[in-house]
């Protein structure tokens, strides 16, 4: 299990709650995940992780938090070589809301290898893969950025989106709702490299998915569907009812409920 964490500076609560929202997506890749503030950073410790998520709302003219998530991140950097990272920067100028993903490399002189703005949109979770790229989600759009700097959108056109998930190799998928509809669900996966996998819609309500390198399990009322990369069924398990969340490890799969996690 990667070790992994998220650090963030919160003025309103916005931030904070956008730094759980990455939590919530990095545990539902497999990874444990450890929430910290800037006070609470030690730089010495930042090698026990394998991926780090920093966030803090732009302030002023675009730049960072400057009492304290700046200073740490100033201090945090000279420990970080040989890593990469990405932030996200929440503002807004001439009262429209935008976001920044940056995406910085500490192998470089010069960290940032890329900074995209997106105006009148708001970024709620971002998925970091220390292999590959680094996947960003809007409540309109999927975005894949690589370390290299080159972007790849995906939009949700009419659809809305219920759940998101990517493996440890940079593979990703999600469940759209056509017109919010959630008996109508479609899933939609992509490569590392986010090109389309393949589209797949259901007639029934979609609980939770986890994307492997394997697969794409998806959870329904009544078990689990392990989907192939061409969208063919490989697998299916039963499971009860009120799942809250589908584990894969292996060929094994396990479903957690409100009070306990069952092996199927």
């Not at 009419?158 to 593979?171: F, M, P, V, W």
């Not at 998928?173 to 797949?200: G, H, Q, W």
């Not at 998806?218 to 589908?246: H, M, P, Q, W, Y």
Request: with cysteine; glycine share 6%; aromatic share 10%.
């Amino acid at each position: 299990m990667k070790k992994t964490a998220v650090v963030y500076w919160s003025g309103t609560g916005n931030t904070e709650a956008m730094a759980k929202a990455v939590a919530e997506g990095m545990e539902s890749a497999g990874a444990q995940v450890t929430m910290l503030t800037p006070d609470q950073v030690k730089a010495s410790e930042l090698s026990a992780y394998d991926a780090i998520a920093f966030g803090c709302p732009a302030m002023g003219s675009e730049v960072l938090e400057e009492m304290e998530f700046q200073p740490m991140f100033d201090e945090v950097k000279r420990s970080l070589g040989g890593k990469s990272a990405a932030l996200i920067l929440v503002g807004s100028e001439n009262a429209v809301t935008y976001s920044r993903l940056v995406v910085l490399s500490f192998k470089k002189d010069n960290p940032v290898v890329t900074d995209i703005k997106y105006d009148n949109t708001l970024l709620f979770d971002v998925i970091y893969n220390s292999s590959t790229s680094i996947i960003a989600y809007s409540t309109d759009f999927k975005t894949t950025v690589t370390k290299k700097g080159h972007k790849e959108d995906y939009s949700f056109g009419s659809n809305t989106l219920a759940h998101e998930s990517a493996s440890d190799s940079g593979r990703s998928a999600v469940v759209l709702y056509e017109y919010a509809n959630e008996e109508k669900p479609k899933v939609v996966a992509f490569d590392r490299r986010s090109k389309l996998l393949f589209e797949r819609s259901f007639d029934k309500k979609i609980y939770a998915l986890t994307c492997t390198d394997k697969y794409v399990a998806v959870l329904f009322d009544d078990g689990v569907e392990l989907i192939s990369s061409s969208g063919e069924t490989a697998k299916t398990v039963s499971a009860g009812k009120n799942g809250k969340r589908v584990i894969c490890a292996g060929s094994d799969v396990y479903v957690q409920y409100a009070s306990n996690i069952t092996k199927n």
